[in-house]
């Protein structure tokens, strides 16, 4: 493997080949490779490599830990408050700087935080906060199935590659004049990616209100707001000349300008009488939100390293969108109270929204709330010292995004000055209605033992009707997809927490916090049409909704197996069932979390274990690193030389139930089932998971010992995040590592970043 | 003072008091500002032309399926598609990339009231080619009930045959359609520059195509093809006529080819050694440039054998040549000369067309054939005129994969083709067709499920019934 296409495995980002250190026997005290000595490990498989020719082939054991750096994150904090008679303010300042695991990433956050109030009157008080937040970095790391993941090609990688080698030579040329590197297709040297293809990011957000409010009366007042929170981010993603996906250079810039203003009025009046206390707000809202994107693709570039638009070799590529939504609103608030034990709460809100449909665009939602606080009413034993049921129903409301409503033609870039449009491939709706959510919930409170023992449960059950989703249309309608009011979907579940308190004494304190969630989700009814929702797709491998599942299914091609649940092989390989088949679910069958916290004097030590029962994922660096040979479960038919050379016979069955006699070498049989074959099966695992999630140890340094500083408060402490995965089913990853939250990508993983460990100091101290 | 803060505070309370009730602005504000709702047609039809040739000729579908399982190319890295082993998502990408997008923007086209003759009847010209592509690659495919939006939002399949007979009356109606003294397709004919006559030999000559493609399994298009041969129909007679699109050569639209090696920096594909090797028997002078000599040795060709391990040493093997990979403005051919020549040269038997139609070929690269090529292609012609007439029709097609696909699977020739000895699918031969997106698995999954038990497709999604023109 020299780089350039000749020696072994060259041009390609696997692992396959003959095993490492085969001398062709490093023990056998002979000299094989016949230059005067003894064969050392490795040496009597010498293969020409990347680094030079005739070298010995010995793997890298932490080729890939070694990629990584320890980031260092530092926060700190200041405030000043001052306060008089009539006006109070408080400043803040707040700096968070972190230079990330992976080389040459950062991220950097500083806001600045004002706030003020001021009694101008007896009746007239005012009050207002401002806060500017400036989050910069020089670079970001790339994530997903991309090339500027580095971690991609430890993944599509051979485990020969001496990362410490890449490092340092990443600024020189081989021989052919290229970018040093193990090769020079699909992957780039990793610190080139790093150093050279920046991705820099900068936002700017100021976000704050100001109110003033008039006593009217004693019993009624007035409040007027005014809120508005803007930002202005810019990103830009550089690929410098010489990458191999854009061997001319490409940079694309994100202008993104956002600003949403909320005004309101309310009419609060507040009167008790006996032993009912009322309380009734009436209120308007108006609100605005103007969205402003502009968008530069830079194709190609004409000199290196210039990455402006002026810089553009032919023409760059444009994209500019605004938007503009306005919601008004009404509303109203009821809050009886009765003494001190009944609770009642009732709201009422009417949305106005510009993005639906005139006509359909006003919409009503109602709630109801109950809550009783029996120890308040009877008299209970002892042991019993707190008691409240809680019951209520509520009913959400909700809009879409600006201009969903008609199709229009998108700009595709000129072809020779000529304008070229298609229409959007989007189908858009032709009643489209408000979306709704109503939700029931019931709870109980309780505490026993002086609140030494407390456990708080609740039940929920939600429907979602008339979801406004974009849904995938058949292509041959000529849409990709379209935009519905989706059916009826119902989740429902329960929410428990127990705090227990074993011991409570003077100088030490244990107490135990458990917590456990539990949701069951239910597609009811899809829309004409829709067989299914995709929530998001890799590979052919769909998460869904489709009616009677699970809201979150995955549903891909699965090998075909018998009853035994032996694989079915053809000729030696494995063969895919026809149609796809539900294959797992991302909704776990239960969370939970036990905290604990020790104290002793001024001492405290806190660590919480936390827990989830089911969730699977769809590891695509199991899928690739299978088909790439990377893994340790590829090993499987490599054992021996005779494997390797004569193949090795995969359990299964043949079509007839008579085993498996055909022997497959390891790279047809991985490469075709995690690639050809086209299954998921194998790939997709139980994300189940305990961990060490958090150990924090605090000391307060005594208050007789400041006496003589001038700290009011000072407390030192460490804590540690992260630190144990104790329990999972899923090779090589996190569990916790996916590509993200929203409902898209839950469930999906690819070339993540390794979570990390963090252990971290604070001192915090009060003046 | 207090005053002051309260007529502030009463205007606002009024502002937003009083605004719930305002939506009269509603419809103007959600009006979408950034792009129009209505636009010229010819800066529609530009969009189509370009987007559907340049994907039926492109590096996916062309170079990396059609074309390759057609063995005008052979991959050199990342076997896989030369395995048969095909990508789902490259499916998904080939399917919905020509439902949606060109066949869309030509109903819009074909269905807008005002649409005038000339631009109606090249849309449904376009159209009927891209149909004939998507049969060609997967059979029965959505067609009468498809590009309905949500009318019929879930498409039923209709059989090859139903559609093939409607394809032909669908060019019939477009070439009687066009009016050379009509309307001006405008600047977005960027395949004819607004030569009407051009358009109407391209309709002639694809219904012409359609027609010998289903003659073999329907008399009466053989027939149909015979009368519109003897009476002359309008169809390309010269090289000028081509169906050729010819790329801006900028980094937005260069052949699609080009942009795969410079822009993309993939070199995963060389010359076939069944084209190679064809080319080297006849010596025939197209070699030199549908192939370049190995890097190690000027004087060698030698084409990479299909569906094998990779080239130990690439300097070793012919990749494919430079007017093919390296012209960023090199033309994507959708129907030439040649091809009628050869149709012609089928159905009559006759060995003049078929020499000219070689001679044609040949001319789209500034070559002639020499006199001992031309008497060794007679011979061959005397010896089995079909198989000599595929093999030409194969060899010229060069670039144009997807239709030299349908044209082997249809007569079986080039006999040098066979299946690949990697296959993933040993002793099926060469695949029959391509696979069913699988975003119709989710979408439109009863229909497809129809289709697929009627077509006896298997679970590669490659075998089954042949096409209903091949049987």
Not at chain 1, 78 to 83: C, D, E, G, K
Not at chain 1, 305 to 313: G, L, M, P, R, T
Not at chain 1, 444 to 473: C, E, S, W
Not at chain 1, 507 to 520: L, P, R, S, Y
Request: with cysteine; aromatic share 12%.
């Amino acid at each position: 493997m020299d780089g350039n296409y000749g020696g072994l495995n060259d041009g390609v980002d696997e692992s396959w080949g003959p095993a490492f250190n085969t001398s062709i026997n490093e023990n056998d005290g002979i000299d094989n490779d016949g230059d005067g000595q003894v064969d050392e490990a490795g040496e009597g498989a010498r293969i020409d490599q990347y680094q030079g020719k005739d070298l010995p082939w010995v793997p890298q054991p932490d080729n890939f830990k070694d990629l990584f750096q320890t980031g260092v994150s530092m926060t700190n904090n200041v405030s000043i408050s001052a306060s008089g008679d009539k006006v109070y303010s408080r400043f803040s300042v707040t700096n968070m700087d972190q230079t990330g695991m992976v080389p040459n990433t950062d991220i950097s956050r500083t806001s600045v935080n004002f706030s003020f109030g001021a009694e101008l009157s007896k009746k007239l008080t005012t009050e207002g906060n401002i806060t500017y937040t400036r989050t910069h970095s020089d670079n970001r790391p790339g994530t997903g199935y991309a090339g500027d993941n580095v971690v991609q090609q430890f993944i599509w990688s051979g485990r020969q590659i001496d990362i410490n080698d890449l490092r340092d030579k990443w600024q020189t040329r081989d021989e052919y004049g290229n970018v040093y590197n193990w090769l020079h297709s699909y992957q780039n040297n990793p610190f080139f990616t790093l150093y050279k293809n920046l991705k820099p990011q900068t936002r700017d957000r100021i976000n704050g209100y100001y109110a003033v409010k008039y006593q009217l009366t004693d019993w009624l007042r007035i409040k007027a707001r005014v809120g508005d929170d803007l930002y202005r981010e810019s990103r830009k993603r550089i690929f410098a000349k010489e990458t191999l996906d854009y061997p001319n250079g490409r940079f694309d810039e994100d202008l993104l300008y956002v600003n949403e203003m909320n005004s309101d009025v309310l009419v609060t009046a507040d009167k008790t009488f006996g032993d009912l206390q009322i309380t009734v707000n009436a209120g308007a809202n108006h609100m605005t939100r103007r969205y402003e994107r502009n968008s530069v693709t830079v194709q190609a570039l004409t000199v290196p390293e210039i990455y402006n638009v002026s810089n553009a070799d032919g023409n760059p590529i444009n994209d500019v969108f605004t938007s503009d939504k306005v919601i008004n609103s009404v509303y109203g608030m009821a809050t009886l109270a009765f003494k001190d034990f009944l609770y009642v709460d009732i709201t009422g809100r009417n949305d106005w929204s510009s993005t639906l449909p005139v006509g359909s665009n006003s919409y009503f939602y109602p709630s109801v709330n109950l809550s009783m606080v029996l120890s308040e009413a009877i008299t209970l034993p002892d042991a019993i010292s707190y008691v409240k049921i809680r019951g209520g129903w509520a009913k959400v409301g909700s809009d879409t995004d600006p201009y969903q409503l008609n199709a229009v033609y998108n700009a595709n870039t000129a072809w020779a000055g000529i304008p070229s449009f298609s229409l959007s491939n989007v189908l858009p709706p032709t009643a489209l209605t408000p979306e709704f959510t109503s939700s029931l919930e019931v709870g109980l409170d309780l505490k026993f033992f002086q609140n030494r023992l407390g456990i708080d449960a609740t039940y929920y059950q939600a429907a979602t009707t008339n979801q406004i989703l974009p849904v995938d249309a058949a292509p041959s309608t000529g849409y990709t997809s379209q935009l519905i009011n989706a059916g009826k979907i119902d989740n429902s579940g329960v929410e428990l927490m127990v705090s227990l308190a074993p011991v409570r004494t003077k100088n030490f304190g244990w107490d135990i916090m458990v917590n456990f969630a539990k949701n069951k989700s239910v597609v009811r009814e899809l829309p004409e049409g829709v067989d299914a929702i995709r929530l998001g797709r890799y590979w052919s491998l769909d998460l869904e909704a489709r009616e009677g599942e699970a809201y979150g299914n995955f549903r891909g091609f699965s090998a075909k197996y018998d009853a035994n649940g032996n694989i079915i092989l053809d000729g030696g390989l494995p063969s895919r069932e026809a149609t796809p088949t539900v294959l797992g679910t991302i909704t776990p069958d239960w969370i939970g979390g036990i905290r604990n916290t020790l104290r002793y004097k001024n001492a405290s030590l806190t660590f919480l274990v936390d827990v989830r029962k089911g969730s699977d994922i769809f590891s695509m660096t199991y899928m690739f690193g299978r088909y790439a040979g990377v893994l340790q479960e590829s090993l499987e038919g490599r054992g021996s030389a005779d494997e390797v050379k004569n193949g090795y016979v995969y359990e299964g069955v043949n079509a007839d139930g008579t085993p498996n006699t055909t022997p497959m070498d390891a790279e047809t049989w991985n490469v075709f089932y995690y690639q050809s074959l086209g299954g998921h099966d194998r790939s997709i695992f139980d994300g189940s998971f305990v961990k060490l999630r958090e150990v924090n140890l605090t000391y307060d340094l005594p208050r007789g010992f400041l006496s003589k500083t001038p700290f009011g408060k000072l407390s030192v402490g460490a804590y540690g995040r992260n630190l144990w995965l104790i329990f999972s089913n899923l090779p090589h990853i996190d569990p916790e590592t996916a590509f993200g939250n929203s409902n898209g990508i839950q469930g999906f993983e690819f070339g993540q970043t390794p979570s990390a460990r963090t252990i971290g100091f604070t001192v915090d101290a009060t003046f | 003072m207090m005053k002051k803060y309260l007529y502030k505070l009463f205007l606002l309370v009024l502002v937003v008091a009083v605004a719930p009730a305002c939506t009269d602005d509603f419809a103007e504000l959600n009006t979408n500002p950034n792009a129009p709702t209505d636009v010229p047609s010819t800066n529609i039809l530009v969009s189509a032309i370009t987007n559907s040739i340049s994907r039926i000729h492109g590096a996916d579908m062309n170079m990396t399926y059609g074309g390759l399982w057609a063995q005008h190319y052979a991959k050199i890295q990342y076997i896989d598609e030369d395995y048969y082993s095909y990508r789902t998502a490259n499916m998904d990408a080939h399917w919905t990339g020509l439902y949606v997008g060109p066949l869309l923007d030509l109903q819009t086209i074909i269905e807008k009231e005002d649409t005038p003759a000339n631009m109606k009847a090249a849309a449904m010209t376009l159209k009927a080619y891209i149909f004939s592509v998507i049969t060609d690659m997967w059979g029965d495919i959505p067609y009468f009930s498809a590009l309905k939006g949500g009318e019929a939002i879930q498409p039923v399949y209709d059989s090859q045959e139903d559609i093939y007979k409607d394809l032909v009356v669908q060019l019939e109606q477009a070439a009687g359609m066009f009016d050379e003294g009509g309307d001006d397709l405008g600047a977005g004919d960027v395949l004819y520059g607004g030569d009407i006559s051009k358009w109407i030999k391209f309709a002639n000559s694809l219904r012409m195509r359609l027609l010998n493609r289903m003659s073999g399994v329907n008399p009466a298009a053989k027939a149909t093809l015979e009368s519109m041969i003897n009476s002359g129909a309008s169809i390309i007679s010269s090289n000028d006529d081509n169906a050729s699109l010819v790329y801006v050569g900028d980094v937005s639209y260069s052949n699609p080819l080009y942009a795969n090696k410079h822009y993309s920096g993939r070199n995963d594909h060389a010359s076939s050694k069944t084209m190679v090797d064809m080319l080297l028997s006849l010596n025939d002078p197209r070699i030199a440039v549908y192939a370049e000599p190995t890097k190690n040795d000027p004087s060698v060709y030698n084409g990479q054998p299909n569906g094998s391990v990779q080239p130990g040493d690439f300097g070793t093997i012919s990749l494919i040549g430079e007017a093919f990979r390296d012209d960023p403005e090199g033309p994507s051919h959708v129907i030439t000369y040649a091809e009628m020549l050869f149709i012609k040269a089928e159905v009559m038997n006759d060995k003049q067309a078929y020499l000219d139609g070689i001679a044609a070929a040949m001319e789209m690269y500034d070559l002639t054939p020499s006199a001992d090529y031309l008497s060794a292609a007679g011979a061959a012609f005397d010896t089995d005129y079909i198989q000599a007439i595929a093999n030409q029709r194969w060899i010229a097609l060069f670039g144009n994969g997807c239709e030299a696909f349908s044209e082997y699977r249809r007569t079986g020739y080039p006999s040098t083709i066979q299946e690949v000895p990697g296959s993933v699918y040993p002793g099926k031969g060469v695949p029959y067709r391509f696979a069913y997106a699988t975003t119709e698995f989710t979408t439109n999954g009863s229909n497809l499920n129809t289709a697929i038990s009627s077509q006896g497709i298997d679970d590669s999604g490659l075998f089954g019934a042949k096409m209903w023109w091949a049987k």
